[in-house]
């Protein structure tokens, strides 16, 4: 009962945080465009917020080791804030800019979040703990964009005003209802959680978890392919606009969220870690493969629905796999590390799938498909 209560309270907080970062996410364009943004600008605003989240993202991780999680949680929160506020008043580019920075290097909170999942969880039910996080995100993502789209008709400062909110609602739900896991007396005195290169790059030379690091890295790239270029696929091939592709991000949400939250502990339940996330690798690339080939809607919306099937059942189990290869004193860091490689495949992956499909538009989904089967080959043998 007391790992329900706190499991609830971690999923309350990450879906509060996600919401304030979905509201915000849908609008970031038109903002800066307000201010005569060209689309190379933009697309450098939105990469902003994922290159400072990949170098903080393991520091963060790492001093919530040494520190404790809710320290640390809630100055990333207050972050969150501080950004989201500056947005709200930003009159020009540069302190547009200055917003994502700050947003960035304090929003790789997520590895605490996951950290803090694996400190109350056992091995047996740790999957399905990661799986909260995953159906959190999913949350904020359904609801966030629709909440910023109803009230940017107010004006762009009103829904940088309700993140900002939203945000000091986090730091109050995480200084009254989480327990620290932490004991911060014997982590600050250990050698495990100090805070350096060298721990990190014994990580990542770790046979045990370099793999699972890369293929996150490359899920989060092959994917975050698809979700690029998918709008522009879609109103090639189908001539949709914003409202369907809109809708169509909803139903992937909704599944996301009914995927991880009752599918997923099912089939590990049953099945293990190990073998959920080899079925997501296969369902992933199975999608991708097939998505080109939709000839109806109807055909579209069958092969659409396996990808977030393959992504629900990979993220949450492989995020489980990494936290037993270590001990408690470096949850942080191992899925600090893990989440900074998926930040730099959702960089790259956009940026790689644009460029394919000026030569074709089934070129991009082709691609993803080969590094998600390989990967899938791969794992079968060596995971």
């Known amino acids: 009962m007391k790992n329900n209560k706190a499991l609830l309270t971690i999923f309350l907080i990450v879906f509060i945080d996600l919401l304030g970062f979905g509201i915000i996410l849908p609008l970031l364009p038109f903002i800066a465009k307000k201010y005569l943004a060209s689309p190379l600008t933009i697309g450098i605003l939105t990469a902003t917020y994922s290159f400072f989240q990949f170098i903080f993202t393991p520091i963060l991780g790492r001093l919530s080791d040494r520190y404790g999680r809710k320290k640390i949680l809630i100055i990333s929160q207050l972050g969150s804030m501080i950004g989201y506020l500056i947005l709200a008043f930003a009159n020009n580019l540069p302190l547009i800019f200055l917003s994502r920075v700050i947003d960035g290097v304090t929003g790789g909170n997520i590895s605490i979040a996951q950290a803090y999942i694996a400190d109350v969880t056992t091995k047996e039910n740790r999957a399905k703990g990661m799986g909260l996080i995953g159906a959190a995100f999913g949350l904020g993502f359904i609801f966030g964009p629709a909440i910023g789209g109803v009230l940017s008709k107010i004006s762009y400062s009103a829904p940088a005003f309700l993140a900002a909110f939203v945000s ?59 979700q690029g270029i998918f709008p522009l696929y879609s109103e090639k091939k189908f001539g949709f606009g914003p409202t369907e592709n809109g809708w169509i991000f909803t139903y992937i949400g909704i599944l996301v969220v009914i995927i991880q939250i009752r599918l997923m502990p099912f089939l590990v339940s049953k099945f293990k870690e190990k073998k959920v996330m080899k079925a997501g690798l296969f369902l992933l690339s199975l999608g991708l493969f097939l998505l080109p080939l939709s000839k109806n809607i109807f055909l579209l919306g069958l092969f659409l629905t396996l990808l977030p099937f393959g992504n629900g059942l990979f993220n949450p189990t492989i995020q489980a796999l990494a936290s037993e290869e270590v001990g408690k004193l470096e949850y942080g860091e191992v899925l600090g590390i893990m989440q900074a490689f998926g930040s730099v495949g959702r960089i790259l992956g956009p940026i790689i799938a644009g460029e394919f499909f000026s030569f074709s538009v089934n070129l991009p989904f082709y691609f993803s498909f080969t590094v998600v089967f390989v990967l899938f080959l791969v794992a079968c043998k060596k995971i």
């Open 168 to 226: 000091l609602l986090t730091i109050f739900t995480t200084y009254f209802f989480l327990k620290e896991t932490v004991d911060v007396e014997k982590a600050t005195h250990s050698k495990k959680t100090s805070l350096n290169w060298q721990n990190i790059k014994k990580v990542l030379v770790n046979p045990s978890l370099n793999l699972l690091i890369l293929a996150f890295f490359l899920v989060n790239l092959s994917f975050s392919s698809f």
